[in-house]
């Protein structure tokens, strides 16, 4: 099994910043791919960004520039840094994880919310 644990979120203005935080932990799991997703009220949820075990970053298209994801050494800990945040980046953002295995795992989601 593994855990996931987010961090970071919080209630900011128009062109503020946020970094969110997820630490993966368990025992005998191999990390594919980490990352992070979002769903705003009444939307599908819809990829961020994420990062493969070869440090293979992607990116949402219109998030590109902005949003920056990023990993500790340990390569267990995966970090997104958003700029210039819109009302339109209000959303819960759930961190995931995909193992070799093909199993994927979600945290219980922080929320993101950009307003003046």
């Known amino acids: 099994q593994v855990q996931l644990v987010e961090s970071g979120g919080d209630s900011v203005q128009p062109g503020g910043s946020l970094r969110l935080s997820c630490a993966a932990s368990?025992?005998?799991?191999?990390?594919?791919?980490m990352g992070w997703y979002r769903q705003a009220p009444g939307k599908e949820r819809e990829l961020v960004a994420h990062?493969?075990?070869?440090?293979?970053?992607n990116y949402a298209d219109s998030l590109k520039g902005r949003f920056t994801i990023s990993r500790d050494n340990a390569k267990t800990t995966v970090y997104l840094q958003m700029n210039s945040l819109k009302p339109e980046d209000t959303a819960v953002y759930y961190c995931?994880?995909?193992?070799?295995?093909?199993?994927?795992?979600w945290g219980q989601g922080t929320q993101v919310t950009v307003s003046s």
């Open positions: 995931y994880l995909r193992t070799w295995g093909a199993v994927s795992y």
């Open positions: 990062i493969s075990s070869g440090g293979i970053t």
């Open positions: 368990g025992s005998d799991f191999s990390i594919r791919v």
